[in-house]
C-alpha cells in the first residue's frame, strides 16, 4: 500500500475517511494522539447511519445496544476500555475517563454506564428507528451475523506519541453481555510509544483467541514494516486454523516513524489514511486462499 509521504492516523473501513479527516485537523494543530483519536472515532459513533457502532448500532438480541470501546495511550502504556455500555453514545470518551480518572482499567454494564453519567456524558436512546427495524426482521429470520465494521484507530502526533483505540457496537443480535476484542487491550487494540501502534477489526471470538493488535505491534518491534507485520499475523491465524479463512478478520498498524499496512483474511477490508500530504483510502491485502 504505498503513501508517498509519512501517514500521522490510519482508521478501518470506509467510514474511517471521515474520522481521520478529523484526527488530522488536530494533530496539525500541534494536537496529541490522544485527543485526535478521541475525536475522530466520535464522530462515527454519533453517526447514526453506521450500523456497527455509537449511535443506532444494531441491538443485541433483545433488542438493546451495547456499546464496547477501549483506548490505549503511549506513554506510560495507560489503558481504558468500556464493555457493554448502554444508554451513552460516547463509549470512546468513556473508555478515556476511565483511564485519567480512575485506577481501573475497565468498566463494564451498569458501572460503566453509571460512570460516564457521572463523569457528564449525556445519556441517549442508542436504539434508532431504523435499527429497531433491522431487528424486528432478525426476530423473524434469526440469521446469523459473523464480523462488523468496528472503528479501529491509530495516531502519532509530533512528539512521537502513539495512541489506538476502538469503538463497536458488536455482532448484531448479539447474545446480552456478550464481548469481543474491541474493548480487549492486545486483541481488539495496542499502543507502545517505542515501536507504534495497531487495531483489530472483524470476528472478535477469532480475533481475540490471538492478541492479534499485540503480535503486530511486536512483529514491529522486532523490525518488519507495519505491512509484514500484518501479514504475519494473518497468516500465522490462517495457518494455526484454516477456518479462521471463514470470518473476516482484519488488522491495521502505523510505525512511529509514519508507514503505515493492514492485512485480513477476506476481501474487502480498507484502510483510511491522512499525514500532511495525503487523505486517502486504500484497500489491504486479503491473504485467505493464497
Known amino acids: ?43 462515527v459513533e454519533l453517526d447514526p447511519s453506521e450500523h456497527s457502532v455509537g449511535l443506532g448500532g444494531r441491538p443485541n438480541s433483545q433488542g438493546v445496544v451495547e456499546l464496547d470501546a477501549g483506548i490505549m495511550w503511549g506513554p506510560g502504556r495507560r489503558v481504558g476500555a468500556v464493555a457493554g455500555l448502554r444508554g451513552v453514545a460516547d463509549a470512546i470518551s468513556a473508555a478515556r475517563l476511565v483511564m485519567e480518572r480512575t485506577p481501573h482499567c475497565m468498566l463494564v454494564g451498569e458501572g460503566a454506564r453509571g460512570f460516564a453519567l457521572a463523569q457528564g456524558l449525556r445519556p441517549r436512546r442508542l436504539l434508532t428507528p431504523e435499527a429497531r427495524r433491522m431487528w424486528r426482521e432478525w426476530l423473524e429470520s434469526h440469521a446469523d451475523e459473523d464480523g462488523h465494521d468496528t472503528i479501529g484507530m491509530v495516531a502519532v502526533d509530533v512528539n512521537g506519541d502513539v495512541c489506538a483505540a476502538t469503538s463497536t457496537s458488536g455482532i448484531g443480535y448479539k447474545l446480552p453481555g456478550r464481548v469481543g476484542d474491541s474493548p480487549l487491550v492486545g486483541s481488539g487494540f495496542y499502543a507502545d510509544n517505542a515501536v507504534g501502534g495497531a487495531a483489530a477489526t472483524g470476528l472478535g471470538e477469532r480475533i481475540l483467541r490471538y492478541c492479534m493488535s499485540f503480535r503486530v505491534v511486536e512483529a514491529m518491534r522486532q523490525g518488519l514494516h507495519p505491512q509484514a507485520a500484518c501479514e504475519s499475523v494473518v497468516r500465522f491465524m490462517l495457518e494455526d486454523d484454516p477456518t479462521n479463512a471463514d470470518h473476516q478478520c482484519a488488522v491495521l498498524a502505523l510505525d512511529r516513524q509514519g508507514r503505515f499496512g493492514g492485512a485480513s483474511t477476506q476481501p474487502e477490508f480498507v484502510v483510511a489514511y491522512a499525514g500532511a500530504g495525503e487523505l486517502g483510502i486504500v484497500e489491504a491485502p486479503h491473504l485467505a486462499g493464497r
Request: charged share 20%.
Open 1 to 43: 500500500m504505498p503513501v508517498n509521504a509519512p501517514v500521522w492516523v490510519v482508521a478501518t473501513w470506509r467510514f474511517g475517511e471521515r474520522a481521520v479527516a478529523v484526527a488530522r485537523e488536530v494533530l496539525a494543530a500541534g494536537g496529541c494522539a490522544l485527543d485526535a483519536v478521541e475525536r475522530g472515532i466520535s464522530v
